[in-house]
């Protein structure tokens, strides 16, 4: 494999990066990608990993911190560069840089249903916590076809 680089999101990098979290079923019809990638170019920047090889968008992890807990989301890797420790190398990138952030503890969501990737968290150390995940949506985003 050739070398693995992780960098910043570009505002150029959107286009590829839909694209990749629609080939990883990430991008579902009440999340408008761009809105979040303008939500998160908009708070933390700096979270926002991208993962390349010779310059192709190959992998994201979109990390947050509110100062109590830190979050992963839209973790993607295209299907040609999956089960080569990419993710677990985009994950841990994601950990270092909240650890200099003083966060002590991440917290992630999974659909229920998607069994592959609960497999893959639980295989780098993460675990089920005994709480139930409630939300409220505040904002509407436009509908989109992004899929």
């Known amino acids: 494999m050739n070398e693995l680089e992780i960098r910043p999101y570009r505002a150029e990098d959107e286009t590829a990066v839909i694209d990749l979290w629609r080939q990883c079923e990430l991008i579902v019809p009440w999340n408008n990608p761009r809105a979040?990638?303008?939500?998160?170019?908009?708070?933390?920047?700096?979270?926002?990993?991208?993962?390349?090889?010779?310059?192709d968008?190959?992998?994201?992890?979109?990390?947050?911190?509110?100062?109590?807990?830190?979050?992963?989301?839209?973790?993607?890797?295209?299907?040609?560069w999956q089960r080569q420790g990419i993710a677990t190398r985009l994950v841990r990138h994601a950990e270092a840089s909240l650890i200099e952030l003083g966060c002590a503890k991440i917290d992630l969501m999974v659909r229920n249903t998607n069994d592959s990737v609960i497999a893959f968290y639980k295989s780098i150390g993460?675990?089920?916590d005994p709480v139930v995940v409630l939300s409220k949506r505040l904002?509407?985003?436009?509908?989109h076809d992004f899929t």
């Open 126 to 128: 993460y675990g089920n």
């Open 57 to 80: 968008i190959i992998a994201t992890c979109m990390a947050g911190y509110d100062g109590h807990r830190g979050w992963i989301y839209y973790l993607a890797v295209a299907g040609a």
């Open 36 to 55: 979040d990638i303008l939500r998160k170019c908009a708070d933390s920047p700096e979270l926002f990993f991208i993962g390349l090889v010779d310059n």
């Open 139 to 143: 904002l509407e985003d436009e509908a």
